[in-house]
């Protein structure tokens, strides 16, 4: 016996295989994404007093399955029920584990037909397992306007053409950067929210890492892939200390690092190194990287600026864009002081421009050459644009300390 609490997230860990099973064997998403809901439903209520399965993965596709045949019965003529017969015959439960199902699912989910927002919105409605409401509150956007996204993400796939298969080898790199930008996408808004009461929404984070996880394994020749799970794992392995009790923002330099996940960090650091060591370095290890040197250092005084500074220097190369350039100008600080960073900060590229984070490191960068006035303005600045509370408070406290 037991608790559907307890079983939650066998359920989540099994939707996803479950739901490819469907879409692989019938097609049609909407229709299999419905059945698999009655699948969970049943074993939510059977399995606490009946117990587990031995075969829990192949209960729900069997189970699955029935649901989605008797819809369909329902729903069609006799004369297409036995034209069709034969291809509604129910998968069988052993499915072999050979095949890439979770992967295949991503890609669909990252279809190129799809905007970015659609992207993030299905894969964590079909691969995460969340439902609706959940992916609206973790967004920040309304129940309604996530089940629109879905919708129309299911429709363009299916306008598309797009069948339960994997790409060929040629559409296969463009379609794996979709997949690992949406799994970053969705970290990064788990990690520090766009906007709201809360600085973490850890629901994301942890489906992220969860996902890549699950990616990892299957492509391990792919460097990104692992150079995504490590920038993931460095990253939220900070994330204890990175609030006070109060929800109130710790900048890195003032963390309590023992508060650090160090299993997390020892995990991320031997993947981004193995990766950089042997396959062709990208901008995810490029990042990994300079989350390791941060991770690794035993103090904030103690932080490889220089080695940062060099990995920045090459993420430029590979992979530029306004962010990079922003952190790039703090390394530059760090290394060369604040003079020059400022000057870097000058001549960055227009697309900063209004940017709360641009004001924010200004403020950084004229704090520390002493320019007290213009630190505090700049703070200000930065607390007007962003909006995300504990951003705020914090910047606001800043400038408060400045005038002091």
């Given at each position: 016996?037991?608790?559907?609490?307890?079983?939650?997230?066998?359920?989540?860990?099994?939707?996803?295989?479950?739901?490819?099973?469907?879409?692989?064997?019938?097609?049609?998403?909407?229709?299999?994404?419905?059945?698999?809901?009655?699948?969970?439903?049943?074993?939510?209520?059977?399995?606490?007093?009946?117990?587990?399965?031995?075969?829990?993965?192949?209960?729900?596709?069997?189970?699955?399955?029935?649901?989605?045949?008797?819809?369909?019965?329902?729903?069609?003529?006799?004369?297409?029920?036995?034209?069709?017969?034969?291809?509604?015959?129910?998968?069988?439960?052993e499915e072999g584990p050979a095949r890439d199902d979770t992967l295949t699912l991503l890609l669909l989910c990252c279809h190129p037909a799809l905007?970015?927002?659609?992207?993030?919105?299905?894969?964590?409605?079909?691969?995460?397992?969340?439902?609706?409401?959940?992916?609206?509150?973790?967004?920040?956007?309304?129940?309604?306007?996530?089940?629109?996204?879905?919708?129309?993400?299911?429709?363009?796939?299916?306008?598309?053409?797009?069948?339960?298969?994997?790409?060929?080898?040629?559409?296969?790199?463009?379609?794996?950067?979709?997949?690992?930008?949406?799994?970053?996408?969705?970290?990064?808004?788990?990690?520090?929210?766009?906007?709201?009461?809360?600085?973490?929404?850890?629901?994301?984070?942890?489906?992220?890492?969860?996902?890549?996880?699950?990616?990892?394994?299957?492509?391990?020749?792919?460097?990104?892939?692992?150079?995504?799970?490590?920038?993931?794992?460095?990253?939220?392995?900070?994330?204890?200390?990175?609030?006070?009790?109060?929800?109130?923002?710790?900048?890195?330099?003032?963390?309590?690092?023992?508060?650090?996940?160090?299993?997390?960090?020892?995990?991320?650091?031997?993947?981004?190194?193995?990766?950089?060591?042997?396959?062709?370095?990208?901008?995810?290890?490029?990042?990994?990287?300079?989350?390791?040197?941060?991770?690794?250092?035993?103090?904030?005084?103690?932080?490889?600026?220089?080695?940062?500074?060099?990995?920045?220097?090459?993420?430029?190369?590979?992979?530029?864009?306004?962010?990079?350039?922003?952190?790039?100008?703090?390394?530059?600080?760090?290394?060369?002081?604040?003079?020059?960073?400022?000057?870097?900060?000058?001549?960055?590229?227009?697309?900063?421009?209004?940017?709360?984070?641009?004001?924010?490191?200004?403020?950084?960068?004229?704090?520390?050459?002493?320019?007290?006035?213009?630190?505090?303005?700049?703070?200000?600045?930065?607390?007007?644009?962003?909006?995300?509370?504990?951003?705020?408070?914090?910047?606001?406290?800043?400038?408060?300390?400045?005038?002091?």
């Amino acid at each position: 016996m037991g608790r559907v609490s307890d079983l939650e997230p066998l359920l989540r860990d099994l939707a996803p295989q479950v739901l490819a099973a469907l879409v692989r064997h019938y097609g049609d998403f909407d229709a299999a994404e419905d059945a698999v809901q009655e699948a969970l439903l049943a074993a939510a209520t059977q399995w606490p007093a009946e117990g587990v399965p031995d075969n829990p993965r192949g209960w729900l596709i069997t189970v699955a399955s029935r649901a989605r045949i008797a819809a369909w019965r329902k729903d069609t003529a006799r004369e297409r029920r036995e034209q069709t017969a034969a291809r509604l015959s129910a998968p069988a439960a052993e499915e072999g584990p050979a095949r890439d199902d979770t992967l295949t699912l991503l890609l669909l989910c990252c279809h190129p037909a799809l905007t970015p927002a659609s992207q993030v919105a299905l894969t964590l409605r079909a691969v995460g397992g969340l439902t609706t409401a959940e992916i609206a509150r973790a967004l920040l956007v309304p129940e309604a306007t996530v089940a629109q996204r879905i919708s129309r993400a299911k429709q363009k796939i299916r306008a598309a053409g797009a069948r339960f298969t994997l790409p060929p080898p040629e559409e296969l790199p463009v379609r794996l950067a979709a997949v690992l930008h949406v799994l970053y996408l969705i970290f990064n808004e788990g990690y520090t929210a766009s906007s709201g009461q809360r600085l973490h929404r850890v629901e994301l984070t942890a489906e992220a890492i969860r996902l890549a996880r699950q990616l990892q394994p299957r492509l391990p020749g792919e460097g990104e892939v692992a150079g995504l799970l490590a920038l993931m794992l460095l990253t939220d392995a900070r994330r204890p200390a990175r609030t006070r009790a109060d929800g109130a923002l710790v900048p890195l330099a003032e963390q309590d690092r023992t508060r650090w996940d160090r299993a997390a960090i020892a995990e991320g650091v031997d993947l981004v190194s193995a990766a950089l060591t042997t396959t062709a370095v990208g901008p995810y290890q490029l990042q990994a990287a300079i989350a390791a040197v941060h991770d690794e250092a035993p103090t904030a005084a103690d932080t490889d600026w220089p080695q940062i500074l060099g990995l920045y220097d090459a993420l430029d190369r590979v992979a530029p864009g306004p962010m990079v350039t922003l952190n790039r100008v703090v390394a530059v600080a760090m290394v060369h002081g604040a003079p020059a960073g400022l000057d870097a900060l000058a001549a960055a590229d227009e697309a900063l421009a209004g940017h709360h984070r641009v004001a924010a490191v200004r403020a950084h960068l004229l704090e520390m050459a002493g320019d007290a006035a213009g630190a505090r303005a700049a703070y200000e600045q930065a607390a007007r644009q962003t909006l995300s509370e504990p951003e705020r408070a914090y910047l606001v406290a800043r400038a408060a300390q400045v005038s002091t």
